[in-house]
């Protein structure tokens, strides 16, 4: 019954990658290996900002939402050579979205900040929701 289900399973991710409608956003190789580098950073931060909130540590956790996701984390890759940066080589709507999700951030550490964990619990969806936009929308391979 378990090798049943595990064939099962594969022949299904089979057909939904075959079917991923996700837009091709085809950025050069150096700019798909930075973006890959900051989403993944970008899930530690939110591991981080969980296990803050979960802790009470609410004003730490919106530090970390500023520095790691919000408009200060902006511009990180302003030192490469223009191929090796994200921001200016996606489509414009996967631009935008990006640049939402990190005024969302900012707006959830600035109500972390403030030390209302209630307010900053109410705002931890929108932290994710730009996330889940652009990664539901846009494929980069």
């Known amino acids: 019954m378990k090798t049943a289900f595990l064939i099962a399973a594969a022949l299904f991710s089979t057909q939904v990658l075959a079917e991923d409608a996700r837009q091709l956003a085809p950025l050069p190789p150096a700019a798909q290996e930075a973006l890959r580098e900051e989403m993944r950073g970008n899930l530690l931060a939110l591991n981080e900002i969980l296990t803050l909130m979960a802790d009470g540590k609410v004003k730490e956790a919106g530090e970390v939402a500023e520095k790691s996701l919000g408009r200060g984390a902006m511009g990180k890759h302003m030192d490469k050579p223009f191929d090796a940066r994200p921001g200016p080589n996606m489509p414009r709507e996967m631009h935008r979205i990006g640049m939402d999700g990190h005024g969302d951030a900012s707006?959830?550490?600035?109500?972390?900040?403030?030390?209302?964990?209630?307010?900053?619990?109410?705002?931890?969806?929108?932290?994710?929701?730009?996330?889940i936009a652009c990664h539901f929308s846009y494929r980069i391979r």
Not at 110 to 120: E, H, L, M, N
């Open 107 to 131: 707006e959830f550490a600035k109500a972390a900040a403030s030390g209302d964990r209630d307010k900053a619990l109410a705002l931890l969806p929108k932290l994710t929701s730009s996330c």
